[in-house]
Structures are given as C-alpha cells and as structure tokens.
T-cell receptor, first 113, second 114 residues
Framework: QKEVEQNSGPLSVPEGAIASLNCTYS??????FFWYRQYSGKSPELIMS????GDKEDGRFTAQLNKASQYVSLLIRDSQPSDSATYLC?????????????FGTGTQLKVEL | KAGVTQTPRYLIKTRGQQVTLSCSPI?????VSWYQQTPGQGLQFLFE???????NKGNFPGRFSGRQFSNSRSEMNVSTLELGDSALYLC?????????????FGPGTRLTVL
C-alpha cells in the first residue's frame, strides 16, 4: 500500500464547475497535510495546508481533512482553465527527529471551456 | 521577498561523474529539504537540514549526500552518477522544521545523465 494515494486522472471538469480531488494516506500518525499545484515543467506551488479535522477555505479552494478515515480532499470552486495542472497531496510526519513530507503521485486536472 | 533559488537550472553529466547542486532558501527560512522528482517515482524525499544538521533522510543510496551552511544555504551532491539519477531535483525551504511547516519549492535543477 502506498503511503499517499491519489487518482492519477485526468479529471476533466467544465469551466465554472467544482473540481473535487481526493487523497488517502496510510500512516495514522501523520500530522499535517498539504496541497500543491504543479504546472507542466514547473515546480510545485503550495496552495493549501490543513492540520485539524474539518474544512479550511481560502478563496476558491477548500481543503477537507478526516483523520479517522485518513482522507484529505481539495475542492476548487468556479474552476478556471488556469486551474488545469497536476495537484499533489502531501502528508508530513515527524520521524527520526525530523520531518518527512511524502507526496502522492498527483491528480491531473483539466478544466475545459 | 525573493523565493527559493537553485543553481544551476540545467545540468548534463555522464555516468560515473559527480554533481553538486545548490539551494538558497527564502530569506529568514532556516530549514531546507531536498526532493527528487521523476515521471516513474514522483516526488521523493531526499533529506532535511536545519542548523547545519541533517535531521532526516529518505531511502536513497549513500551516493546522495548534502550539507547546510551557517547562512542556511544548502548543497546536495551525487557521486558516481547513474542513468537513473536523471531527474528534477527540488529544494524546498521552511521557517523552521516544525511539524506544521509549510515548505516552498524552488524552480529545481534538471539533471540529465548520459
């Protein structure tokens, strides 16, 4: 079982729709959770962080965390063509005295006109 | 505020050579982590540095090493390069190595091993 799992997609949504991206993780002691956006040929860009159960909203983005189900999701409202990218879920836990950020393989999102 | 910078941006090396990559964190950030990104394996953690000390290491062979300087700048070195080391090497910085630390990535160094 992979430590962080994401559906690779592509996930296609029409412009203006809600895109829902999901991520599950295997290590129950994971403590913090992040979503990164990566455009083709570019480096990952942090868009959301979430640390406690529930929802966290920032503009058109909402991150949701359910530690009991070991599940993290990202909702993108009013999706725009510029949101087309790969979205990486990352899970952090402290191990061996330091942090280790483990990434999923990413979900490719395509927002169609 | 300037972001994370990495040099060089592109490198071409041959098998058996060694390479050193450099990373300058965001001003005020004291923790630096390194990652390798490949199409097959995705983003994989290499190491984390804070206060010139390696705090954590991923599952990579000893050919991969790194260090951090007193100004928080970091370098990573790969010796005896193999074809499979071709990848995008990413550096990320954070304020301190807290469990809730938000890491910000540099543009990466694209290494090609021939």
């Amino acid at each position: 079982q992979k430590e962080v799992e994401q559906n690779s997609g592509p996930l296609s949504v029409p412009e203006g729709a809600i895109a829902s991206l999901n991520c599950t993780y295997s290590d129950r002691v994971s403590q913090s959770f992040f979503w990164y956006r990566q455009y083709s040929g570019k480096s990952p860009e942090l868009i959301m962080s979430i640390y406690s159960n529930g929802d966290k909203e920032d503009g058109r983005f909402t991150a949701q965390l359910n530690k009991a189900s070991q599940y993290v999701s990202l909702l993108i409202r009013d999706s725009q063509p510029s949101d087309s990218a790969t979205y990486l879920c990352a899970v952090n836990r402290v191990t061996g005295g330091g942090n280790k950020l483990t990434f999923g393989t990413g979900t490719q999102l395509k927002v169609e006109l | 505020k300037a972001g994370v910078t990495q040099t060089p941006r592109y490198l071409i090396k041959t098998r058996g050579q060694q390479v050193t990559l450099s990373c300058s964190p965001i001003s005020g950030h004291r923790s630096v982590s390194w990652y390798q990104q490949t199409p097959g394996q995705g983003l994989q953690f290499l190491f984390e540095y804070f206060s010139e000390t390696q705090r954590n290491k991923g599952n990579f062979p000893g050919r991969f090493s790194g260090r951090q300087f007193s100004n928080s700048r970091s370098e990573m070195n790969v010796s005896t390069l193999e074809l499979g080391d071709s990848a995008l090497y990413l550096c990320a910085s954070s304020l301190v190595p807290d469990k809730n630390n938000e890491q910000f990535f540099g543009p990466g160094t694209r290494l090609t091993v021939l």
